[in-house]
């Protein structure tokens, strides 16, 4: 089956510790997004990629970092920069293949740093 | 900017019953596709429906139908004969037509009264 896999489900880190979230997808799609959601909130764009090794920053891009290396994965660094970590995180995929235009997204990534 | 507004953070509504959730965004652009998405409390992002905005005939799936009103740059989601399933946060979304980038709104939380 088609479909974008984020792990792990459940991530912990100490504070000061760099950490990489996986993103993988068998879509054949072209772009991919990472978003940050806190509790209450709505989806807040960190990073998205349009095509292999190209890659644009979003609304609040301090403190990760991406690499788009292959089509199939966008891995999201969150380094210690950042100040407050602690969120659940989506990534996304779009293309023309299944539905066109719309975003699918995989089943995130709650990381808590302490 | 591009903005997205959904200006009900709760709704609730009985089992059964019809619920409709407002949404309205700023584009200046006039070829882009509007979205809604479905969070439920596994938080996997599902699509509900999506509308073309050149398309004049409001999109339909199962129970789920919009009222898009382009002049007016509103896009509401109505849900008939409301189910326990249906709880859940919903995500109004758009995207333009020559862009990769998504625009999300902050969400309504609808509630499901048995």
């Known amino acids: 089956d088609g479909g974008i896999t984020q792990s792990p489900k459940y991530l912990f880190r100490k504070e000061g510790q760099n950490v990489t979230l996986s993103c993988e997808q068998n879509l054949n799609h072209d772009a991919m997004y990472w978003y940050r959601q806190d509790p209450g909130q709505g989806l807040r764009l960190i990073y998205y990629?349009?095509?292999?090794?190209?890659?644009q920053k979003g609304d609040i891009a301090e403190g990760y970092s991406v690499s788009r290396e292959k089509k199939e994965s966008f891995p999201l660094t969150v380094t210690s920069a950042q100040k407050n970590p602690t969120a659940f995180y989506l990534c996304?995929?779009?293309?023309?293949?299944?539905?066109?235009?719309?975003?699918?997204f995989g089943p995130g990534t709650r990381l808590t740093v302490t | 900017a591009q903005t997205v507004t959904q200006s009900q953070p709760e709704m609730s509504v009985q089992e059964a019953e019809t619920v409709t959730l407002s949404c309205t965004y700023d584009t200046s652009e006039s070829d882009y596709y509007l979205f809604w998405y479905k969070q439920p409390p596994s938080r996997q992002m599902i699509l509900v429906i999506r509308?073309?905005?050149?398309?004049?005939q409001n999109a339909t799936e199962n129970r789920f139908s919009v009222n898009f009103q382009k002049a007016a740059k509103s896009f509401s989601l109505k849900i008939s004969d409301s189910q326990l399933g249906d709880a859940a946060m919903y995500f109004c979304?758009?995207?333009?037509?020559?862009?990769?980038?998504?625009?999300f709104g902050t969400g309504t939380s609808l509630t499901v009264i048995p």
């Open positions: 996304a995929s779009s293309g023309r293949d299944p539905g066109p235009y719309e975003q699918y």
């Open positions: 979304a758009y995207r333009i037509n020559t862009g990769n980038q998504f625009y």
């Open positions: 990629s349009q095509i292999v090794n190209d890659f």
């Open positions: 509308q073309e905005a050149y398309k004049q």
